[in-house]
C-alpha cells in the first residue's frame, strides 16, 4: 500500500506563487517517475508536470515557465514550485507515483486557489 501526502496549497492572488510538496510512504517500489496532476471544477483531470527519476520533465504547455518540478526519488519526495500564478490554475492539485511496473498511485489532494 502506497499512501501519498500533498501539503501546500491554498489561496494566492495573480502574479504569486506556491511551492507544493509531496511524500510518498509505504511500500514503494523503486519509483519510475513522479508528477503533478489537477481538476478544476467541472473538467477532466489533467497532467501538469511530470518528472522521471533519471531527471526528463514534461510540462503542460501552459505552466511552461511557470511551473518547476522537482524530486527526491530516495526519499519519494516530490515538489511543483509555482509562479507567477494564474486564475487558470485554479483546481485541486494530485500528486501522483509511477512505480517500476507501470503502478499509478495519487493522493488525496490539494486546493490551490488563485484571485484575480
Known amino acids: 500500500q502506497v499512501q501519498l501526502v500533498e501539503s501546500g496549497g491554498g489561496l494566492v492572488q495573480a502574479g504569486g506563487s506556491l511551492r507544493l510538496s509531496c511524500a510518498a510512504s509505504?511500500?514503494?517500489?523503486?519509483?519510475?517517475?513522479m508528477g503533478w496532476d489537477r481538476q478544476a471544477p467541472g473538467e477532466q483531470r489533467e497532467s501538469v508536470a511530470f518528472i522521471s527519476n533519471g531527471g526528463a520533465t514534461n510540462y503542460k504547455d501552459s505552466v511552461k515557465g511557470r511551473f518547476t518540478i522537482s524530486m527526491d526519488n530516495t526519499k519519494g519526495t516530490a515538489f511543483l514550485q509555482m509562479n507567477n500564478l494564474k486564475p487558470e490554475d485554479t483546481a485541486v492539485y494530485y500528486c501522483r507515483l509511477r512505480d517500476i511496473y507501470a503502478r499509478d498511485y495519487w493522493g488525496q489532494g490539494t486546493q490551490v486557489t488563485v484571485s484575480s
Open positions: 509505504g511500500s514503494i517500489s523503486s519509483i519510475l517517475a
